[in-house]
């Protein structure tokens, strides 16, 4: 198996914010196994540190924002995109300001600067999460769809239509991560002369200029655009500008936009947390898509990681068998009434119960009328609730769950033999020893009954 890697020495570049226009500092640190990617606010009292995790995402609107311990980084993503490119598993960031130094816009001096400190091998094998089954997303308002398949290895294809004259569509490939110091590292970031304006308007883009942007005009500027372009540094030569690339040396490759929507999308998926296998296609990505599609990977390798801790044969569709429900819950025959676990995330569960006509309680709740007591329905959310709070504990058999009270209870439907209840919980709160969660039960898609429940955790010592 492939090992992880750190840096052999520490290695530090400076430069300004692309928004906040702000000098700072970042220098790459060689980091222990399992330590991922970690930012570090030298700036701020106490030094707080950021972990690099699709979690602790704040802000997608200007770049890539992280935020954790009451401090923020911002446009994390093109250092992200070197590290995770360059296969290094384990670094300290440390910055000694708010945001990333934009430095010429690209990912091209960080690589750079990567490889000068070199790789160190370590001990610990790398760990990667084969994509198992496709995840989407999409913004059908934004005609933006991303998709991740499996495959054997990572490989991207990436589309951008800005039904513009000047940047035509386009798209970028990456077919292994091999390419990306070659190919897509020195692709700078751009954006178009009105958006440009409508920032600085704004007060933002303050550290922007042409060496660290392409500035795309779409036709010929006007008079008002004539005064606007004569105040940006580095602009010269104004009345005989046209429509097409601002920038003087124009595009490093025909399809550098592509390209570097690529190089973002491939340090937005590093918040992901472990290195991807996966074919992802992106038509128009940008970083709140790529983040939404971070999250739903990551929640897929939850369960995917859930499942085996639990679960001796993968099944698919399926996250705890009855046997793997056995190994969370102390609950047998006949009181154990879920019969697996379909769905699973940080806060939420879907667990199913087939009710059959052997049920025990059907030979004397009402046995010429048979109908689920609804204490039993309720039992089912508990059980299925009790899962989703174990899962938070490192050794589930060490507790009991109690519930110590039902609220809003609500009966809507009599439950019958043959119905599949569908058994849904959210916690909506944590405090300590103490959950609450909200639950449903659904039949054929429709609710059969509603509770709020509040469960305590009690170690059997």
Same mark, same amino acid.
């Not at 991922?36 to 701020?44: E, H, K, P």
């Not at 296969?87 to 440390?94: G, Q, S």
């Not at 991303?146 to 990572?154: E, G, H, R, S, V």
């Not at 655009?225 to 025909?254: C, F, T």
């Given at each position: 198996?492939?090992?992880?890697?750190?840096?052999?020495?520490?290695?530090?570049?400076?430069? &300004?914010?692309?928004?906040?226009?702000?000098?700072?500092?970042?220098? $790459?640190?060689?980091?222990?196994?399992?330590?991922?990617?970690?930012?570090?606010?030298?700036?701020?009292?106490?030094?707080?540190?950021?972990?690099?995790?699709?979690?602790?995402?704040?802000?997608?609107?200007?770049?890539?924002?992280?935020?954790?311990?009451?401090?923020?980084?911002?446009?994390?993503?093109?250092?992200?995109?070197?590290?995770?490119?360059?296969?290094?598993?384990?670094?300290?960031?440390?910055?000694?300001?708010?945001?990333?130094?934009?430095?010429?816009?690209?990912?091209?001096?960080?690589?750079?600067?990567?490889?000068?400190?070199?790789?160190?091998?370590?001990?610990?094998?790398?760990?990667?999460?084969?994509?198992?089954?496709? !995840?989407?997303?999409?913004?059908?308002?934004?005609?933006?769809?991303?998709?991740?398949?499996?495959?054997?290895?990572?490989? +991207?294809?990436?589309?951008?239509?800005?039904?513009?004259?000047?940047?035509?569509?386009? !798209?970028?490939?990456?077919?292994?991560?091999?390419?990306?110091?070659?190919?897509?590292?020195?692709?700078?970031?751009?954006?178009?002369?009105?958006?440009?304006?409508?920032?600085?308007?704004?007060?933002?883009?303050?550290?922007?200029?042409?060496?660290?942007?392409?500035? &795309?005009?779409?036709?010929?500027?006007?008079?008002?655009?004539?005064?606007?372009?004569?105040?940006?540094?580095?602009?010269?030569?104004?009345?005989?500008?046209?429509?097409?690339?601002?920038?003087?040396?124009?595009?490093?490759?025909?399809?550098?936009?592509?390209?570097?929507?690529?190089?973002?999308?491939?340090?937005?998926?590093?918040?992901?947390?472990?290195?991807?296998?996966?074919?992802?296609?992106?038509?128009?990505?940008?970083?709140?898509?790529?983040?939404?599609?971070?999250?739903?990977?990551?929640?897929?390798?939850?369960?995917?990681?859930?499942?085996?801790?639990?679960?001796?044969?993968?099944?698919?569709?399926?996250?705890?068998?009855?046997?793997?429900?056995?190994?969370?819950?102390?609950?047998?025959?006949?009181?154990?009434?879920?019969?697996?676990?379909?769905?699973?995330?940080?806060?939420?569960?879907?667990?199913?119960?087939?009710?059959?006509?052997?049920?025990?309680? $059907? !030979?004397?709740? $009402?046995?010429?009328?048979?109908?689920?007591?609804?204490?039993?329905?309720?039992?089912?959310?508990?059980?299925?609730?009790?899962?989703?709070?174990?899962?938070?504990?490192?050794?589930?058999?060490?507790?009991?769950?109690?519930?110590? +009270?039902?609220?809003?209870?609500?009966?809507?439907?009599?439950?019958?033999?043959?119905?599949?209840?569908?058994?849904?919980?959210?916690?909506?709160?944590?405090?300590?020893?103490?959950?609450?969660?909200?639950?449903?039960?659904?039949?054929?898609?429709?609710?059969?009954?509603?509770?709020?429940?509040?469960?305590?955790?009690?170690?059997?010592?």
């Amino acid at each position: 198996m492939a090992k992880q890697h750190t840096l052999k020495e520490a290695v530090t570049l400076s430069g &300004i914010g692309l928004h906040t226009g702000e000098a700072a500092s970042i220098t $790459f640190n060689p980091a222990p196994e399992n330590h991922g990617y970690v930012f570090q606010r030298t700036d701020l009292e106490g030094k707080p540190q950021i972990i690099a995790d699709v979690d602790n995402v704040s802000d997608t609107s200007r770049g890539t924002t992280l935020s954790q311990n009451k401090a923020s980084i911002s446009t994390v993503e093109h250092a992200l995109a070197s590290l995770a490119a360059l296969e290094i598993d384990n670094a300290l960031i440390e910055v000694s300001g708010p945001e990333v130094p934009i430095l010429d816009g690209s990912a091209k001096e960080f690589v750079a600067a990567l490889l000068e400190a070199g790789l160190e091998e370590q001990s610990a094998d790398r760990e990667y999460f084969e994509i198992d089954e496709p !995840q989407h997303y999409t913004d059908p308002k934004r005609d933006v769809e991303l998709t991740i398949l499996p495959a054997k290895d990572f490989h +991207a294809t990436v589309l951008i239509d800005f039904e513009s004259d000047i940047l035509k569509p386009q !798209q970028a490939r990456l077919k292994s991560m091999e390419e990306f110091a070659p190919q897509i590292a020195d692709s700078r970031t751009f954006c178009f002369l009105h958006e440009l304006q409508a920032l600085h308007s704004n007060d933002l883009a303050k550290g922007g200029n042409l060496s660290n942007a392409v500035v &795309i005009v779409e036709q010929e500027p006007s008079s008002d655009d004539k005064a606007y372009l004569s105040s940006l540094p580095g602009v010269e030569g104004v009345d005989a500008i046209r429509a097409g690339i601002l920038n003087a040396e124009g595009l490093r490759h025909d399809n550098e936009p592509a390209r570097h929507k690529l190089l973002d999308l491939i340090g937005d998926l590093a918040l992901v947390g472990v290195p991807l296998k996966g074919h992802i296609i992106a038509n128009r990505p940008g970083h709140k898509a790529n983040v939404e599609l971070a999250k739903k990977i990551k929640t897929r390798l939850k369960q995917v990681k859930l499942s085996k801790r639990f679960q001796k044969d993968e099944k698919k569709g399926i996250i705890f068998d009855v046997n793997a429900v056995m190994e969370v819950l102390p609950h047998r025959y006949p009181f154990l009434l879920v019969d697996k676990i379909v769905d699973f995330t940080d806060d939420t569960i879907m667990g199913v119960k087939n009710v059959t006509i052997n049920e025990p309680f $059907f !030979q004397g709740h $009402f046995p010429g009328n048979p109908i689920m007591p609804g204490v039993l329905q309720i039992e089912a959310m508990a059980q299925t609730g009790g899962i989703l709070l174990l899962n938070t504990i490192e050794n589930p058999q060490s507790v009991w769950v109690y519930i110590v +009270a039902v609220d809003n209870a609500r009966f809507k439907k009599p439950v019958l033999p043959g119905d599949t209840l569908m058994l849904e919980l959210k916690m909506t709160a944590r405090r300590r020893s103490i959950c609450m969660m909200t639950g449903k039960v659904y039949v054929d898609g429709k609710v059969v009954c509603e509770a709020d429940l509040v469960a305590s955790v009690v170690p059997k010592n």
